[in-house]
């Protein structure tokens, strides 16, 4: 008996009767050994001739075939019957209407052998019609193909699909079983054990995917597009709801919540009604949103945005509808990483890389601070002043900074960029954020950056100074 460790198929199906023996003949023509190889079939209530092939099939292949059938509950149910009766080491999944290539098992399993710290391997696609003909070479090339640990990569989107995937059975026993209300077995795979350890990405070789009317995922049109992305909807905001403190980066939090976003709208555009229900919301997942918003508000109000920001996702993936929510991602968002691309206001969007704030009021009544920064800072380059008199009269203050500027020798030398417009909650964010230094005496709202006076601007000088040796540092 070989010394590989043994592999079982899971096979999810119901009313596959047109591939289903395609599928399952790829399984049993795999070059692995016949005796480390099986798979089980749930036949999730099918009403078609799919429970007799398979049986055919495993009457030609003894031992190697094994057919369960149950009343129809969903593939995620269907796949935890499947899960229980696997026996192997290794577990696989396989959609009745795709196929292997005749190498995945032996390569996918020499991948997970040769890394035992990986606890999931997927891999491409090639697209095939009804006949077997190809569409398409490649599914995923040139497209995003997460690996590693952590699930925050996988938030935005799934490309860990169905009939690609193999995992270890320990670890699948582990997050099992899923929970038969969700919409996507492979998604949840993906997810799940991402979370618990680093999963593999293998190009080659490309499982069969078949493009064809019943198609349930890829490849969907019309009606059947909205029902995919009402389903996805759901599976992200169950991502979303569960999420814990660094679980994501915010920069995929912030592109998760935009796919999030954007499949909304899409499901609408798609509906062809401003009035269709896209996402319900109970009485008691808004009464648990506004207490995660509480949260968020506390966690900012203590200088922790990073973990306000996870209080703000949880509470808008529990309520979508809840504008203090979202608003509170995005200003966490902002705060923990300026550099996340979001709409909304940018208050710094045109400044240098070192920003030093002053407040536009205190510089009226004190000009002699401006007429010391600027001689603390001549000839310094890479830093900007950025002069907040976004709570004053817009026109009289233009007009008075003006005049300061005229009377300030060297003034006209500065990168100097006053703010003289109102910022909402997410532009002061965002100025808060991008701000390394306070010039003055007076504290600024919202601002935790170091503050200087007229008597310690040769140390503000001293740290512009090597900031800008860091950067230039780092971009060479």
Known sequence: MSDLPSVTGLMAVFNGERFVAEALLSVMEQDYPADRLDVVVVDDGSTDATADIVSAIADAHPGRVHLIRQANAGNCAATNVAIEAAEGEILAVIDADDAWPPNKTRRQVALLTARPEVGLVYGDMTVIDEQGTVVQQSWLANDVTPQGLGAGGLLAGNNVTGSSIMLRADIARAICPMPVDLPYADWYFAVCVAERCPIAYLERPRTLYRLHDDNTCLGTQ???????????????????????????????????????????????????????????????????????????????????????????????????????????????????????????????????????????????????????????????????????????????????????????????????????????????????????????????????????????????????????????????
């Open 222 to 476: 019309g009606p059947r597009r909205e029902r995919e992305l009402r389903k996805a909807l759901r599976f992200q905001r169950w991502c979303l709801r569960r999420l814990l403190p660094g679980g994501a980066t915010a920069q995929q939090l912030a592109e998760a919540w935009a796919a999030f976003e954007r499949n909304t709208r899409e499901v609408l555009e798609l509906a062809g009604t401003p009035f269709a229900v896209v996402i319900e919301v109970s009485d008691a997942e808004r009464v648990t949103a506004r207490a995660g918003v509480e949260l968020g508000e506390r966690e900012l109000r203590r200088g922790d945005p990073a973990s306000a920001l996870f209080h703000f996702v949880v509470a808008a993936a529990t309520d979508p509808f809840a504008a203090a929510a979202r608003t509170g991602l995005e200003v966490s968002l902002a705060t923990v990483d300026p550099s996340v691309a979001m709409e909304g206001q940018d208050p710094l969007q045109a400044t240098a890389p070192f920003v030093v704030t002053a407040d536009a009021a205190e510089l009226l009544q004190r000009p002699e601070l401006l007429r010391a920064y600027v001689a603390a800072l001549e000839g310094q380059s890479g830093v900007s002043l950025a002069i907040d008199a976004s709570t004053l009269d817009p026109e009289r203050a233009g007009a008075d900074l003006s005049g300061l500027v005229d009377a300030t020798p060297g003034a006209d030398d500065l990168d100097l960029i006053a703010i003289i417009r109102p910022l909402d909650e997410l532009g002061r964010a965002r100025f808060a954020a991008g701000t390394h230094a306070l010039l003055g005496e007076q504290a600024l709202p919202g601002h935790a950056a170091p503050r200087f006076g007229t008597s310690s601007l040769a140390s503000l000088s001293a740290l512009a100074a090597r900031a800008g040796a860091a950067a230039a540092a780092a971009t060479n």
